[in-house]
């Protein structure tokens, strides 16, 4: 890619700590690459690498005039659903726990049938490396209108647990 300045750069996915799981297959398929888009925390741990590696890539690309780019994602984050809950449950299939590219624990309220054995509550939304909690995201509220301000702006777009920005 060439910027307008004649540079050439690079895009970089999230380098934000993500989804990752090598036990569940999501549509047959280990992990996706829109998972990235599924941030657990700001970590800059992700499945592409660790922060000395992200540093070192950066300042190789410098030395070479070489700019880049990292996209972000800072107004939603995992999937409900896509946590480290044990079991979740939609229309008869069951599936299991996903962890993160950088070990941080994380708990979305979606898809839980049974109740903690702890507290013998259901999960809420909780992402304890951000920190964020319940009160930090949108109520769940699918996105079945490209139209609606208020459920573009509120809404939970594919199920990713939208920010209360």
Not at 35 to 50: A, D, E, F, I, N
Not at 85 to 107: A, I, R, Y
Request: proline share 7%; glycine share 10%; charged share 20%.
């Amino acid at each position: 890619m060439i910027g307008k300045a004649g540079y050439l750069g690079v895009k970089v996915f999230p380098p934000s700590e993500a989804i990752l799981d090598f036990e569940h297959p999501e549509n047959g398929e280990l992990n996706p690459w829109y998972w990235v888009y599924q941030p657990v925390s700001y970590k800059l741990h992700s499945r592409m690498g660790t922060p000395e590696q992200l540093r070192k890539m950066i300042n190789t690309c410098r030395e070479k005039g070489v700019r880049v780019y990292a996209d972000a994602v800072v107004n939603h984050m995992v999937g409900n659903g896509n946590d480290m809950f044990p079991e979740h449950c939609s229309g008869g299939t069951v599936w299991g726990n996903k962890n993160s590219s950088g070990g941080s624990p994380f708990w979305s309220q979606g898809y839980a049938f049974k109740n903690w054995k702890v507290t013998d509550q259901r999960p809420g939304m909780e992402l304890p490396s951000v920190p964020y909690g319940p009160n930090d995201f949108h109520c769940a509220r699918s996105l079945n209108s490209w139209t609606d301000g208020f459920i573009l702006n509120y809404g939970w777009l594919v199920n990713l647990a939208d920010l209360n920005t």
